[in-house]
Structure formats: structure tokens, C-alpha cells
């Protein structure tokens, strides 16, 4: 099974940029579709983005388009999550997560890290 293990978030004031990175195991090139995903207390669990390995076809929320970036960089196993123009509404914990469909639907996901907490003031 594949391991996730999140990094980079922190404290920003509004307009901040964070650069969060989700680092494999193992290679999860042309295996696993992976996606960003961020849960604020008290909210449903949302999905952010989406990258295939295949393609590199990238998916965004309508909140995250124009403001986000997903990339991956195949010979490290790590997968980022370039975000700016960050609002107090982007607070949440974020997790990367990989699965076996190209969907927002997380459930669908089998592995998860642990989570990165951004936290943006205004």
C-alpha cells in the first residue's frame, strides 16, 4: 500500500501563498489518480483538486481554479499543491489522498495522509 505524508502548511494572512506537498512511499505514476483534499471543522470534507498520472489532466473546485495549482514531480513521488491568493475561507486541514478513480467523490480514495493545517487571517 502506498503512504502519504503531507507537508508545508502553516499560518498566512489573506493574499498569502502556501506551497503544500504530499510525498509517496512509492512511485504513484500511471497507478493512482491523486487529490488534494481539505476539511475546515464542522464542514464536509471537499475535494480541491485532481491530478491523473496518466494524462496529467488536472480537475479544480470552482474555489480553487485561477487560484491553485496541482503538479507532480514523478522522480521525487511528490505531488504539490501550489496555492495563492489564500482567504480566511481556505482555512481547513488539507490531505492528499490517492485512489483508483478519477472522481471528487473522497470516499473512493484508499489511502490518505495525515493532514496539513492551513489557517489563513484576515
Known amino acids: 500500500r502506498v503512504q502519504l505524508m503531507e507537508s508545508g502548511g502553516g499560518s498566512v494572512q489573506a493574499g498569502g501563498s502556501l506551497r503544500l506537498s504530499c510525498a509517496a512511499s512509492e512511485s504513484t505514476n500511471e497507478r493512482y489518480f491523486i487529490g488534494w483534499f481539505r476539511q475546515a471543522p464542522w464542514k464536509e470534507r471537499e475535494g480541491v483538486a485532481l491530478?491523473?498520472?496518466?494524462?496529467?489532466?488536472?480537475l479544480y473546485s470552482d474555489s480553487a481554479k485561477g487560484r491553485f495549482t496541482i503538479s507532480q514531480d514523478n522522480a521525487k513521488n511528490t505531488i504539490y499543491l501550489q496555492m495563492n491568493s489564500l482567504k480566511p475561507e481556505d482555512t481547513a486541514m488539507y490531505y492528499c489522498?490517492?485512489?483508483?478513480?478519477?472522481?471528487?467523490?473522497?470516499?473512493?480514495?484508499?489511502?490518505w495522509g495525515q493532514g496539513t493545517q492551513v489557517t489563513v487571517s484576515s
Open positions: 491530478i491523473s498520472p496518466f494524462d496529467d489532466s488536472k
Open positions: 489522498a490517492a485512489g483508483r478513480q478519477f472522481t471528487w467523490y473522497w470516499d473512493t480514495y484508499a489511502y
